[in-house]
């Protein structure tokens, strides 16, 4: 699990981690910086997370045909700030996942020792184990891949793995090549891309997955990060990834493996506390000394500081994501997820209450909706008789909307509610709309075409406006589909705005990101918020008039 706190919650004997951390300090040297060439030592951070990684469970049997069996964890995904030691650690886990004692070999008795000369290395180096503390051993043949988002990527573990190999006793019988290292019994070190498919066919062992956050549908890294976790999987084998933290808008393979509810991933992330505002320069500086506490070779005061200071004048997204350690978007990004789920407040909202309505329809593709907004301004999705969130995605229902239930969703909403007033976005369902003009009257269900730019973007600021600004009184229900396809949501400005210009006060519209995530009830949101600004306007009703509720 994410945890501040470094203190372990198991026995420590029931890990391969403090063998393995003391086989790489032995076996590996710092490749540069302030401590280039002195071993390679594990402390906060990095021990914590590799005592995890090889944590194995109280109960393991010894079974050499059940490789993951006795290990708690399937994988582990690391999130950290820039230059806070994670590629060197991703090195020498690559390390002793190739070449050192990675795998259960049974619980010590007393008096068992690992020997480095029993596996083909002259360093002379011995482990003796404590009694009823898990014992490792190397894999016959390890074959581990190195994914990353380009090719120069690749090298921000490759080139140290090499420099760790070159220095230490691995030199003996690990031998560095072009395009791949050499490990004994024919195994192989292998640096991945994206554009390098052809060789995911190779039966990988283990694989460390570097800048995660970057792995994203749209430049199909995720697919073959992906490709190549399916493969290692049916070899038995684990995988690590490491990030910065990643933009919320992409989601990414970092950002999908924290969402995961799956209890066999490791996840670290320390994150800075949330009172401190990155805004803020003593707040900033704060921020710094706590995510790089761990990591000595970094002097965040004269170092981090100074750079930060000057970037968060042009991008503080970025600033704040690579420095502070914290997950926040990038400039394209429409609305603040930290600013949309703090107004998550979810209450009941009785049959017969005063609201507006906005419907945002597609037939095969985009998803469709509702959203309600009571006079107070909670705004939630309306559910229908059995409970489902009145959103459906053609994908889920055979490609298509199931305009029936669609139309049924409405007049339940009519039938239990006070709908004072209804924004509907009318392609592909002008005849519905047409329909429920006539029933429920035209001054009520009126028909709000979300292709106006002028009109469009200003219920886009409207909503914005009430979601970031301190004394607003908006909240809503924390509806997971809404809250994902807000995040998703980006601007887009005219053609003849360029980047880099000052795009305050613009006009603008929302757009895809591209990479098949959805924004559709992002719509109904700002349908619904304008229709309640309008209403606020021209006056609410102060009773239910001629309402009925009809179970």
Same mark, same amino acid.
């Given at each position: 699990m994410a945890t501040d706190d470094l203190a372990l919650d198991f026995d420590p004997l029931h890990t391969l981690g403090f063998l393995g951390t003391d086989w790489i300090e032995v076996h590996c040297r710092v490749p540069g910086g302030v401590y280039d060439g002195e071993p390679l030592t594990f402390n906060g951070w990095q021990l914590f997370c590799t005592v995890n990684h090889y944590r194995i469970t109280a109960d393991a049997i010894l079974d050499p045909r059940r490789l993951l069996a006795p290990f708690v964890y399937r994988r582990s995904v690391v999130v950290g700030p820039q230059k806070c030691g994670k590629s060197p650690w991703g090195a020498g886990m690559v390390l002793l996942e190739a070449v050192g004692p990675s795998l259960f070999a049974g619980w010590a008795e007393g008096g068992e020792v690992y020997r480095c000369a029993d596996h083909g290395c002259g360093c002379g180096w011995e482990y003796e184990y404590q009694p009823g503390e898990a014992m490792g051993v190397p894999r016959r043949k390890s074959l581990v891949g190195l994914l990353a988002y380009a090719e120069s990527q690749t090298q921000n573990v490759y080139e140290p793995l090499q420099t760790m190999i070159h220095s230490g006793p691995l030199a003996a019988f690990v031998k560095p090549l072009e395009g791949f290292i050499r490990t004994p019994n024919r195994g192989k070190i292998v640096p991945l891309t994206a554009a390098a498919r052809s060789k995911l066919g190779q039966p990988? &062992? +283990?694989?460390?997955?570097?800048? /995660? +956050?970057?792995?994203?549908?749209?430049?199909?890294?995720?697919?073959?990060?992906?490709?190549?976790?399916?493969?290692?999987?049916?070899?038995?084998?684990? &995988?690590?990834? !490491?990030?910065?933290?990643?933009? @919320?808008?992409?989601?990414?393979?970092?950002?999908?493996?924290?969402?995961?509810?799956?209890?066999?991933?490791?996840?670290?992330? #320390?994150?800075? @506390?949330?009172?401190?505002?990155?805004?803020?320069?003593?707040?900033?500086?704060?921020?710094?000394?706590?995510?790089?506490?761990?990591?000595?070779?970094?002097?965040?005061?004269?170092?981090?500081?100074?750079?930060?200071?000057? !970037?968060?004048?042009?991008?503080?997204?970025?600033?704040?994501?690579?420095?502070?350690?914290?997950?926040?978007?990038? !400039?394209? /990004?429409? $609305?603040?997820?930290?600013?949309?789920?703090? #107004?998550?407040?979810?209450?009941?909202?009785?049959?017969? &209450?005063?609201? =507006?309505?906005? %419907?945002?329809?597609?037939?095969?593709?985009?998803?469709?909706?509702?959203? $309600?907004?009571?006079?107070? +301004?909670?705004? %939630?999705? @309306?559910? !229908?008789?059995?409970?489902?969130?009145?959103?459906?995605?053609?994908?889920?229902? /055979?490609?298509? =909307?199931?305009?029936?239930?669609?139309?049924?969703?409405?007049?339940?909403? %009519?039938?239990?509610?006070?709908?004072?007033?209804?924004?509907?976005?009318?392609?592909?369902?002008? /005849?519905? $709309?047409?329909?429920?003009?006539?029933? %429920?009257?035209?001054? #009520?269900?009126?028909?709000w075409y979300t292709r106006r730019p002028t009109q469009m973007h200003e219920a886009i600021e409207r909503l914005l406006t009430d979601v970031v600004k301190v004394e607003s009184t908006f909240a809503h229900d924390g509806c997971e589909t809404t809250a994902a396809h807000i995040a998703a949501a980006r601007r887009k400005y005219a053609a003849s705005v360029k980047p880099g210009m000052d795009r305050a006060g613009l006009r603008y519209g929302l757009t895809k990101p591209g990479d098949g995530r959805k924004i559709d009830m992002a719509i109904p949101s700002i349908l619904a918020h304008e229709a309640h600004g309008d209403m606020t306007a021209a006056g609410w009703p102060e009773t239910a008039e001629n309402f009925a509720y009809f179970i």
């Open positions: 990988l &062992t +283990g694989g460390l997955g570097d800048e /995660s +956050g970057l792995y994203t549908e749209s430049n199909g890294v995720l697919d073959t990060w992906q490709t190549m976790r399916r493969g290692i999987a049916a070899m038995q084998g684990r &995988t690590i990834e !490491l990030t910065n933290p990643w933009d @919320p808008t992409e989601n990414s393979a970092a950002q999908q493996a924290f969402a995961s509810k799956q209890s066999d991933i490791f996840k670290y992330y #320390r994150k800075p @506390p949330e009172d401190l505002d990155y805004a803020k320069k003593r707040d900033r500086q704060k921020i710094h000394l706590h995510v790089y506490a761990d990591s000595p070779w970094v002097d965040p005061p004269n170092a981090i500081d100074p750079e930060a200071d000057e !970037l968060v004048e042009t991008d503080p997204g970025q600033a704040e994501r690579f420095f502070g350690n914290r997950v926040v978007q990038t !400039l394209g /990004s429409w $609305c603040p997820m930290d600013a949309w789920a703090a #107004r998550k407040a979810p209450q009941d909202v009785p049959a017969g &209450t005063a609201v =507006v309505v906005g %419907f945002d329809g597609s037939d095969v593709d985009d998803w469709t909706g509702f959203r $309600c907004e009571t006079r107070e +301004g909670y705004q %939630f999705t @309306p559910r !229908l008789p059995d409970g489902r969130p009145m959103i459906w995605n053609p994908a889920a229902t /055979s490609g298509q =909307v199931p305009r029936l239930e669609v139309r049924a969703g409405m007049a339940h909403i %009519f039938a239990t509610y006070n709908v004072v007033r209804a924004y509907l976005d009318p392609p592909y369902w002008e /005849s519905e $709309c047409d329909a429920w003009a006539e029933e %429920f009257g035209e001054d #009520r269900v009126i028909r």
